[in-house]
């Protein structure tokens, strides 16, 4: 039987109040990600937010 491949998720950008990326949040999330099987991260892919950001 094959194995599937690493697992690549594509992470949300947690956003402030005020539009700025909240890095605290982003962070913790990321770990939650890799803690629980993410082998990789895409950030301001495709989960919408990236037109937000400059």
Same mark, same amino acid.
């Given at each position: &039987?094959?194995?599937?491949?690493? %697992?690549?998720? @594509? &992470?949300?950008?947690? &956003?402030?109040? $005020?539009?700025?990326? $909240?890095?605290?949040? @982003?962070?913790?999330? =990321?770990?939650?990600? @890799? $803690? ?5 991260? %895409?950030? =301001? ?10």
């Amino acid at each position: &039987m094959a194995r599937f491949g690493p %697992v690549v998720t @594509a &992470m949300i950008t947690p &956003m402030r109040e $005020d539009g700025g990326v $909240d890095f605290v949040e @982003a962070r913790r999330l =990321a770990s939650w990600l @890799a $803690d629980h099987g993410s082998t990789g991260l %895409v950030l =301001a892919g495709t989960t919408g937010e990236s037109p937000t950001l400059t």
